[in-house]
């Protein structure tokens, strides 16, 4: 029997690695890129050709043509902005409506879902953890709670299954005392993104991607956000609200265990994290700014900045055991190129003592351990091999392959698509 391959892409700290470069760099040897969870609070920015795009809920496979991709069963969609940022890639050029496919049984993210976004952040008072009011969270409980309203619903009496679940949204926010709030625009706007779904194929993507698998196509499945928001492994309760590990892409899929090949792990060559919550290697000083400007690191759907710091290993150690990461890929290495020493966490002080591992109570008495090492000084931007990297970042990078035990495979050194280098 023919059977095709299944390779699994996710980012490794919280979020913002890199994930869209690198799923359009490796699209080519695929053919389907497939989108296994989270919604349009997460944003993968690409480069290329002079342009920028980023993209929300369109897996970032879109760009090569010839591509099956599919937006799976474990996403959250909102219509409407799923319409404004598939018409802003159409006018640029791109042809979706043969290419993206869209499962019956992703939920969608309804206008009152983000009003309740909003309601239960205020509700929380000092212990809010920093959504981007995109309705993610209120849209998840609802699948779990077994009262979401699906892809596949918009094919049969629409109306009457949008009103009653408006209906008990409403009576939830009443009951919460929240009134400030309009939502005629946007449902105009919501209704419209509905008909322009319907343009699309909408399908039963789990039988679609075994289908392919069967065929003996190469499927990649596109993570978004990042491991240690996951919501059972992450930084709980400062995470997101969906599994962003790569069990995600069984379930966000339906596709076996079994069937899981590459595991690509991507990191930044230091961290950062958007929104509230624990963040061991934090900087606070001159250095964190300094971090922040070189690298661009605001949000890219929420603008937002980006709490920057070094890197640190401790939580990529267990990143990759959670995933079964068996490649690294590490971004923005460029960004690190002007400075004299870097430094990299080790461990952990907890509680009075020394830890290697990543603790239940991450939020409580957590010191860094760093290694200082020696900074490369170099302008890597223009190189187009590893042959030409200077010894002190071929250093770091077998720093932390001994650290991490696994092999760093890709190495960016700019946004750029070419900007892109694959060791041997």
């Known amino acids: 029997m023919v ?25 080519p040897h695929y053919d389907v890129v497939a989108r296994f969870q989270g919604g349009p609070n997460a944003g993968h920015t690409l480069e290329f050709e002079g342009q920028k ?3 929300r809920s369109i897996p970032s496979g879109i760009f090569q043509g010839g591509k099956v991709n599919i937006i799976g069963n474990g996403v959250v969609l909102a219509p409407d902005l799923f ?3 598939a018409r802003d890639l159409e006018r640029s050029g791109h042809d979706l409506h043969s290419r993206l496919h869209i ?3 992703a939920h969608l993210i309804m206008p009152t879902h983000r009003v309740l976004d909003a309601a239960l952040e205020a509700a929380k008072g000092k212990s809010k953890v920093g959504t981007t009011g995109k309705g993610i969270g209120p849209t998840y409980t609802d699948k779990v709670s077994r009262n979401g309203l699906r892809v596949g619903d918009i094919l049969d009496n629409f109306d009457e299954k949008y009103a009653a679940h408006k209906a008990r949204h409403l009576a939830m926010l009443a009951s919460l005392g929240y009134t400030d709030y309009d939502i005629t625009d946007v449902e105009k706007t919501w209704m419209e993104g509905i008909e322009y779904m319907k343009q699309f194929p909408i399908v039963d993507s789990e039988h679609e991607v075994n289908g392919f698998l069967r065929e003996g196509k190469a499927i990649l499945c596109e993570g978004a956000q990042g491991t240690m928001l ?11 609200s969906s599994n962003t590990i790569c069990a995600g892409a069984c379930t966000g899929l339906g596709i076996g265990p079994n069937r899981i090949g590459e595991v690509y792990g991507i990191m930044k060559a230091y961290c950062t994290r958007v929104g509230a919550g624990p963040f061991p290697t934090e900087l606070f000083d001159e250095t964190g700014k300094l971090i922040r400007d070189l690298g661009h690191e605001y949000g890219a759907v929420t603008g937002r900045e980006r709490r920057c710091g070094w890197i640190d290993l401790v939580a990529l150690r267990y990143s990759i055991m959670v995933n079964g990461v068996t490649q690294l890929i590490m971004m923005k290495s460029d960004v690190l190129d002007g400075f004299d020493t ?3 966490c080790v461990a952990y002080e907890h509680g009075g003592e020394r830890i290697d591992f990543f603790p239940y109570d991450i939020e409580k008495d957590i010191k860094p351990v760093y290694v200082e090492l020696l900074g490369w000084k170099t302008d890597m931007t223009k190189m187009t091999s590893e042959s030409e990297f200077p010894q002190a970042f071929i250093d770091y990078v077998k720093f932390l392959e001994a650290q991490l035990e696994t092999p760093i495979k890709i190495i960016s050194i700019g946004p750029d698509r070419e900007q892109t280098i694959i060791r041997e």
């Open 230 to 240: 996951d919501i059972d492994f992450g930084s709980y309760p400062f995470v997101t």
């Open 342 to 344: 870097i430094k990299a």
């Open 3 to 27: 059977t095709g391959k299944v390779d699994v892409l996710l980012g490794l700290q919280w979020g913002d690695e890199g994930k869209g470069k690198v799923v359009d760099v490796l699209t």
């Open 83 to 85: 319409m404004a940022e």
């Open 53 to 55: 795009y980023v993209l």
């Open 103 to 105: 499962s019956k049984k």
